[in-house]
């Protein structure tokens, strides 16, 4: 266990999707606000004390990154395989109902289900097992990685969830040859990681598919080459794509969380080899349907996990490519204000006016 001291975070979408999508606001209705989460699931600081110490941390004062807890932690999964580790499986699927099963996922984040948190004695429950709008957290071993101290926390803590899910999406999963041609749905933070890992493999053709036209100029500096708004067409996406693609991309990112987005990325791959990748976060009750021979044809449907990257084992590599400037974190950041300015970032965000907005919690 360790106590990091938060310096830096960001708003990312998932903290207000996830109570829309996933039940959280559901929950809240039901419990009323007794029942008090501490959101945000990403950050960048120094930790400041270690309980239980381990080899990787086992001193104050390192710089280190957190993020949702990975394989390497500890998972009944083989950790060569996947970064999901099981208590997020949980967390996603299973969204608790009482106290108890509060209790039970606790235990499975920290191994007891005593709260890690409280305000004037309640408990302050952590959002998947990280909870980072604080100046300090408690987090699990499983959730840190240490990182290069040289690397400054305001700039790469955006690392620790959408930018590195996006990059590790087109470089580790989808995996585009050079001169291929590729398809981003959505074009937010996460997508235009994806776009950046295309342009990266060296993909001739980026296609950015996106419902805000304002996203369109800024993605052309993440190598999107040719945009399409699916409201400017009387067909489906993925026929127009396949069109004006001779049958179809090599690959596909999607990177919305909206079914039909998922289902237009599958069908608009082509024949034989073609591949998309689902990145998304859906609706708890939505259905992926897509007729048969679409599999039979030889395309291929993957999903992915923070871009198959293990947080604790793969993230200070990923720091270290901006580190050695081959990737620019800086195009990411449009925004940046103070924790007590947090509303301001809500604003940014809901009118698709920025990607990532930088919260100071030393400001």
């Given at each position: 266990?360790?106590?990091?001291?938060?310096?830096?975070?960001?708003?990312?979408?998932?903290?207000?999707?996830?109570?829309?999508?996933?039940?959280?606001?559901?929950?809240?209705?039901?419990?009323?606000?007794?029942?008090?989460?501490?959101?945000?699931?990403?950050?960048?600081?120094?930790?400041?004390?270690?309980?239980?110490?381990?080899?990787?941390?086992?001193?104050?004062?390192?710089?280190?990154?957190?993020?949702?807890?990975?394989?390497?932690?500890?998972?009944?999964?083989?950790?060569?395989?996947?970064?999901?580790?099981?208590?997020?499986?949980?967390?996603?699927?299973?969204?608790?109902?009482?106290?108890?099963?509060?209790?039970?996922?606790?235990?499975?984040?920290?191994?007891?289900?005593?709260?890690?948190?409280?305000?004037?004695?309640?408990?302050?429950?952590?959002f998947v097992g990280t909870s980072t709008f604080s100046?300090?957290?408690?987090?699990?071993?499983?959730?840190?990685?240490?990182?290069?101290?040289?690397?400054?926390?305001?700039?790469?803590?955006?690392?620790?969830?959408?930018?590195?899910?996006?990059?590790?999406?087109?470089?580790?999963?989808?995996?585009?040859?050079?001169?291929?041609?590729?398809?981003?749905?959505?074009?937010?933070?996460?997508?235009?990681?994806?776009?950046?890992?295309?342009?990266?493999?060296?993909?001739?053709?980026?296609?950015?598919?996106?419902?805000?036209p304002k996203r369109f100029n800024d993605a052309k500096?993440f190598g999107v080459t040719e945009f399409l708004n699916?409201?400017?067409?009387?067909?489906?996406?993925?026929?127009?794509?396949?069109?004006?693609?001779?049958?179809?991309?090599?690959?596909?990112?999607?990177?919305?969380?909206?079914?039909?987005?998922?289902?237009?990325?599958?069908?608009?791959?082509?024949?034989?080899?073609?591949?998309?990748?689902?990145?998304?976060?859906?609706?708890?009750?939505?259905?992926?349907?897509?007729?048969?021979?679409?599999?039979?044809?030889?395309?291929?449907?993957?999903?992915?996990?923070?871009?198959?990257?293990?947080?604790?084992?793969?993230?200070?590599?990923?720091?270290?490519?901006?580190?050695?400037?081959?990737?620019?974190?800086?195009?990411?950041?449009?925004?940046?204000?103070?924790?007590?300015?947090?509303?301001?970032?809500?604003?940014?965000?809901?009118?698709?006016?920025?990607?990532?907005?930088?919260?100071?919690?030393?400001?």
């Amino acid at each position: 266990m360790g106590v990091p001291q938060v310096l830096a975070t960001f708003l990312a979408l998932g903290e207000l999707t996830n109570f829309l999508r996933l039940g959280f606001l559901r929950y809240w209705q039901r419990h009323g606000f007794c029942s008090l989460i501490l959101l945000q699931h990403s950050l960048d600081g120094g930790v400041d004390d270690v309980i239980a110490p381990t080899q990787e941390l086992s001193s104050v004062g390192l710089h280190v990154t957190a993020t949702v807890m990975c394989a390497s932690a500890r998972s009944s999964t083989s950790t060569a395989q996947t970064a999901i580790y099981d208590t997020f499986i949980f967390a996603l699927t299973d969204m608790v109902e009482t106290e108890r099963e509060r209790e039970r996922e606790t235990r499975a984040e920290f191994g007891t289900s005593s709260c890690r948190i409280r305000h004037e004695g309640k408990p302050v429950y952590h959002f998947v097992g990280t909870s980072t709008f604080s100046e300090y957290t408690v987090v699990h071993v499983g959730c840190v990685a240490k990182i290069n101290p040289a690397a400054p926390l305001d700039k790469v803590c955006v690392l620790s969830c959408g930018i590195s899910t996006g990059l590790g999406a087109t470089l580790n999963v989808a995996k585009p040859s050079k001169g291929s041609s590729v398809a981003i749905f959505g074009l937010g933070a996460v997508g235009l990681a994806a776009a950046e890992g295309a342009r990266i493999a060296g993909a001739a053709r980026i296609i950015g598919i996106d419902l805000n036209p304002k996203r369109f100029n800024d993605a052309k500096k993440f190598g999107v080459t040719e945009f399409l708004n699916p409201k400017d067409h009387d067909k489906p996406i993925q026929e127009v794509i396949a069109e004006m693609t001779d049958g179809g991309v090599d690959r596909s990112v999607e990177c919305t969380g909206n079914v039909n987005a998922m289902i237009s990325a599958f069908e608009c791959v082509h024949d034989g080899w073609g591949v998309a990748v689902l990145v998304g976060v859906p609706n708890k009750d939505d259905s992926f349907k897509t007729h048969p021979v679409n599999l039979l044809n030889e395309r291929t449907l993957k999903g992915t996990f923070f871009g198959n990257y293990k947080p604790r084992s793969d993230l200070p590599s990923v720091v270290e490519k901006y580190m050695n400037k081959e990737l620019e974190v800086e195009k990411f950041i449009t925004h940046e204000v103070p924790f007590a300015e947090i509303n301001k970032a809500f604003e940014y965000m809901l009118s698709g006016d920025g990607l990532r907005c930088i919260i100071r919690m030393d400001a």
